[in-house]
């Protein structure tokens, strides 16, 4: 069964860091583009950051020099490092494949706040 669990978010007060991670199971993630997204309140689903089976990375223009992608094949997980977070940034966070998506997962949670 293919499935995505995403992990990692929380509670943290602007400026902060956190680290998500996206498990993966049911399929090789070293054979996929993958991509993180994320969907804050009452706004659209939009693209964060993108990492090819090349590691190959791509980040939308809010998050560049602040979010990495970063991916490890062993364990079947994308990570997303962000740092300097925002309260603009609070958002249910997701991962999945770029193309060839499957179901999504829970997603994680970030709330940026004081």
């Known amino acids: 069964q293919v499935q995505l669990v995403e992990s990692g978010g929380g509670l943290v007060q602007p400026g902060g860091a956190l680290r998500l991670s996206c498990a993966a199971s049911?399929?090789?993630?070293?054979?996929?583009?993958m991509s993180w997204y994320r969907r804050a309140p009452g706004k659209e689903r939009e693209s964060v950051a993108t990492i090819t089976p090349s590691i190959i990375t791509n980040y939308a223009d809010s998050m560049k020099g602040r979010f990495t992608i970063s991916r490890d094949n062993a364990r079947n997980i994308v990570y997303l490092q962000m740092n300097s977070l925002k309260p603009e940034d609070t958002a249910v966070y997701y991962c999945?494949?770029?193309?060839?998506?499957?179901?999504w997962g829970q997603g994680t949670q970030v709330t940026v706040s004081s």
């Open positions: 999945n494949r770029r193309s060839f998506m499957i179901h």
């Open positions: 049911g399929f090789p993630l070293s054979n996929y583009v």
